[in-house]
């Protein structure tokens, strides 16, 4: 293991009561600054005709699916090379690597299921920290600026915790100073750590690994961790980790993998696919409880991966696996197909604005936006290599694109 660095409670301290969802020039999480694969824009993205977006630069990475993190003019991501788990820090102006964390993972393959050794996971900034998870459930905290191990668990043996079929793949969630994480053992399926230090505060659940990260909602007025395992949906006290309440949803191969997404009305989509589908939950509260009550499921209409995303009173999602994908609108209250659109292979997406960014897995990347009869692609362009799974990175009009091969900053800000 490379070198330990410990850093003071005070340097860190300071950043605690930071929101990781906090404006600026930053994309310090996975599915971006709210956790929804939602930005605020300033300006429109630019259309950018028939020559193509401006293509800043680009490199060669390496395997993995994980997603771009951007912080005062520095990116983040994790790859891996050569029997070797890899955290690496680049310049956001030219892409040239500032500095690279390594660590062996001779076990890899255990978790590559046919799509390379990963990693999948995305990690997560806070404050003059990183924290990132691989592809065999190793967890580490490291300095932001040089890579320095600060701390590291390994969340399978110590939890007790399973190794997914395609590999360990949720992303650490920050909230307030702790660091929560699945990790699948026997009353320990997720797991709250201290970020100072590592120190472990709580441990709760018994459900196994799936795929899927977990998020923060808020729900009368009160915060609740929620993280859909493999084979139900918990809400639980993030301070304490109390189930709150749970929902069974089973898939084949135990495949949940795209994030759950809250509603303002209290209704909670779950999406997955193998013919399990969706499921819209509605919270409520019953006495000193919180239930939740199946309002419809759709079991034609799943999320494999990628991103789902509420607007108004409408899910929008990639729907499809293996074979033709439909970009697809259903109504939010009565899980009704509205309708579906043929121009995307399965693809992933960023709500921006009035405008969609969409990137599908056979790497062509999109400007769009949705009305009540369909898609209208604005402009489209062949970028990356199949399979492109990772959602695009946007911050101040540049986008950050990877896939298994190469990473490259695209330049899509309007005039």
């Known amino acids: 293991m490379p070198r330990i660095r410990r850093l003071g409670q005070l340097t860190l301290g300071a950043y605690l009561m930071l929101s990781v969802g906090q404006a600026g020039a930053q994309w310090l999480q996975f599915a971006g600054p709210t956790r929804d694969f939602r930005v605020q824009a300033k300006k429109p993205l ?108 390994r969340l399978l043996d110590e939890f007790g915790g399973n190794l997914p079929q395609w590999g360990y793949a949720p992303s650490p969630l920050a909230w307030e100073d702790l660091l929560i994480a699945p990790a699948g053992g026997q009353g320990k399926a997720v797991v709250a750590f201290q970020q100072t230090d590592g120190k472990v505060v709580w441990t709760a659940g018994a459900n196994q690994n799936g795929y899927s990260s977990p998020i923060v909602i808020d729900f009368e007025h009160k915060p609740q961790v929620v993280v859909l395992m493999s084979s139900a949906v918990l809400g639980m006290n993030p301070r304490t980790g109390e189930e709150l309440w749970s929902f069974e949803h089973k898939t084949m191969y135990d495949v949940n993998a795209a994030l759950p997404v809250i509603g303002p009305d209290n209704t909670l989509l779950i999406s997955s696919a193998y013919a399990t589908g969706s499921r819209a939950l509605k919270l409520s509260r019953k006495g000193e409880k919180i239930d939740a009550t199946e309002l419809w499921s759709n079991t034609r209409n799943g999320v494999h991966h990628g ?64 009305g009540a009869e369909g898609m209208n692609i604005l402009c489209e362009e062949p970028l990356l290599s199949e399979p492109a799974w990772t959602v695009p990175t946007l911050v101040d009009g540049r986008a950050y694109l990877r896939d298994r091969k190469v990473i490259m900053a695209i330049e899509l800000a309007s005039e």
């Open 46 to 153: 630019k259309d950018w005709g028939a020559k193509g977006p401006k293509i800043v630069w680009q490199h060669d990475l390496g395997e993995g699916y994980s997603s771009i993190l951007c912080d005062a003019g520095r990116l983040y991501t994790m790859y891996h090379k050569d029997g070797q788990e890899i955290v690496i820090c680049l310049n956001a102006a030219d892409g040239k690597t500032v500095w690279e964390h390594k660590y062996p993972v001779p076990d890899a393959e255990k978790g590559a299921g046919g799509f390379g050794p990963g990693p999948r996971s995305t990690p997560v900034i806070v404050g003059d920290r990183i924290f990132a998870a691989g592809i065999t459930g190793v967890l580490q905290c490291l300095s932001k600026d040089d890579g320095a191990v600060i701390w590291v668990h």
């Open 307 to 370: 991103a789902i995303a509420r607007i108004g009173d409408s899910y929008y999602g990639s729907v499809g696996m293996i074979g033709p994908a439909f970009f697809t609108k259903l109504d939010a209250k009565t899980g009704e197909q509205k309708w579906k659109d043929r121009s995307f292979r399965k693809a992933t997406f960023l709500v921006v604005g009035e405008q969609l960014l969409v990137i599908d897995e056979g790497g062509k990347l999109a400007v769009a936006t949705i």
